[in-house]
């Protein structure tokens, strides 16, 4: 297995970058400060890494040690002239980035973690779309319609852990969410208002037992909606690090 010794190689190149950082005449004080905290914790990321690999990937391990070797490379103030210094504060951005990813390639048990998020995630999106169709609102159904491929593309782009798929995932939890409360909240009170059960029946040309089981679907339905949403919310949040 390769990999850990690349990593720490990875690590130590990161370390021995962090004193021409403190020699650069190019980055403000604050800057430089921003640079080698990064630096830090992304030795430390590899270090850690390094001792407890379990999926050696030597290719993805040369790539990081590539990475690390640009960034020193490019830790002087010619190069940060030439290149520009966006591009190098953004080198370190991402060399951090990389080393908080890094776990979910090297440590099976992390990925599989991930994977029952996005699955939480994926099941309570389709039962958002289910809901949306049986509560028979236009509005919502209009909203699903709407958000239906902001959806479809975070289910891709999660999948591919891609940083987009993450913001889009948030962006569009919020109205699922407040559908799977709204038809609860609805399914309740209906359940217990022989007034709207009444309305409801007629409205499916079905008899007042069959709506009371519709409303008992529909609540269960919106039940589990909600706690897949939140645990899926919670999940992605834990493991941000892993979309790049």
Known sequence: MKSPAILEDTAEVLETTIPRVQRLKSLSDKEKEWVIRRIKEAAENFKELARDVKNDNEELAEFFFKKAKELKNMSVDKEIEREGKKKYLKLADKMLLYSRSAKYDFQPDNMKELKKVYRKYLFGMTLFFVLTGMYLNQFLAMTALILAIPIILSMLSLQKRG????????????????????????????LNDPSILEQIAQALHKSVSFAQGYLAVLMVLAAVELYLLTVASLGLYKHRHAFL
């Open 163 to 190: 940083h987009l798929g993450l913001l889009l995932a948030y962006s569009a939890i919020p109205i699922p969410f407040v559908t799977g409360i709204m038809v609860m909240e609805y399914s309740i009170r209906a």
